[in-house]
């Protein structure tokens, strides 16, 4: 049983972290997909 909320919720804050991403150091997006 979905939540619409919560799918908005999930689905905003995955647009959130894709803009965050997009602004992130290079390094530090290395240093994650490193350590991933």
């Not at 999930?10 to 991933?36: C, H, L, N, S, T």
């Amino acid at each position: 049983m979905a939540n619409p909320f919560v799918k908005a919720w999930k689905y905003f804050m995955a647009a959130f972290g894709a803009k965050v991403e997009e602004r992130a150091d290079p390094k530090i997006q290395i240093q994650q997909a490193i350590e991933a």
